[in-house]
């Protein structure tokens, strides 16, 4: 018959149930083992690491044969016990303020328990975090100082202290307030139509808040386009007033002056070197098909001299206006200096325009 090996006292037995020299039955051997083992992991569940560690002293006595796994796990389980008193010993440094210290004390353990693993981690990382914190802000503070306002949000968005939460709130409120007076300046250069210095406005919002740019993409976007047209229109003024069409180089630089305030000083030296060119008759208006005066009643003579004696003549009452339709004087000057229209009606038609080679893309009077 073959033998079997006892696992208390590892006596060759030829009985299969029982050892013949210590007595232990083999089968409830195991499972009195197994039910020691359980009671071991069931208090480690429970983290009673001391009750625990008693019971695990007695098991490689009480079962020779797994002697070595035993040892091992009454190791684990002193380990832990000793990290136990080290994340109490933390926990006190972190509640003195001392984060330094319970960082120290937890560096690099790690627990063969689970839960007790669990634990050292979310303590170091929640120090870690308040440390992380302490550095946030006083690197916030200095960055706000120093007008770096999108760094220091960034950085003050990141303090988790909650002694730190009244200054935070008060920090990030004051960034808020220089962010939208940027955007404030930005939103009227635009309105009106000073490019120029949206532009500045937009640049110096970039640089105040670097990273945020998707903030004011819109107002970028909107800022260039407007510059491009405001280019095409001035170099089509230019084309215009270099080949001697006066009258369409006028109404481009009148249009830019109305439209873009900060070409109100070129726009002027342009028109002014024209000199007697920079007024336009009613004649010549009519001569380029911009204003029907026969329709109007009014005839133009061929010298370009306006007799508005016809169209008075259909008024049915010129006393209000003091006008004598039988007068030989002319009451109006026969010339008519541009001016903006009042009631200028938005051409919603968006075909591209030619001034003399130059495709505007939008262009309204």
Known sequence: MPETSCPKCNQKNTDETECSKCGINFQEYE???????????????????IEAKQIAENLP???????????LLLSNISRDISIVEKCDQARKCFDENDCSQALFILRNIKAFDKKLDEKVITLRRKIERIT?????????????????????KQLFEKVYDNKFMDDVTEYLHKIDKIKNQLLKEVIIAIRENHLGMAADSIEAFNKTFPGLEEDIA???SLVNKSLEIKNLIFEAARKAEEE??????KILYLYLGMQFQDTLPQVQTHISSFGKDSVITLADMQEHGIVDLTALGVDVDIDGTVDFSSALAKTSDHSEAGINPDSQENPFSELAAMVKSQDGIVDTVR???????????????
């Open 31 to 49: 499972s009195l083992k197994h039910q020691k083992l359980g009671e071991v992991y069931s208090l480690l569940s429970e983290s009673k690491f």
């Open 61 to 71: 006595l009480e079962f020779p044969d797994n002697r070595s796994d035993f040892l």
């Open 132 to 152: 992380q914190s302490v550095d946030n802000f006083s690197n916030a503070v200095d960055a706000f100082n120093s007008g770096n306002y999108g760094n220091a």
């Open 218 to 220: 819109g107002f970028t």
């Open 244 to 249: 001697k069409r006066l009258l369409e180089a």
């Open 351 to 365: 075909k591209p325009v030619d001034f003399g080679g130059v495709v505007i893309s939008d262009f309204i009077f």
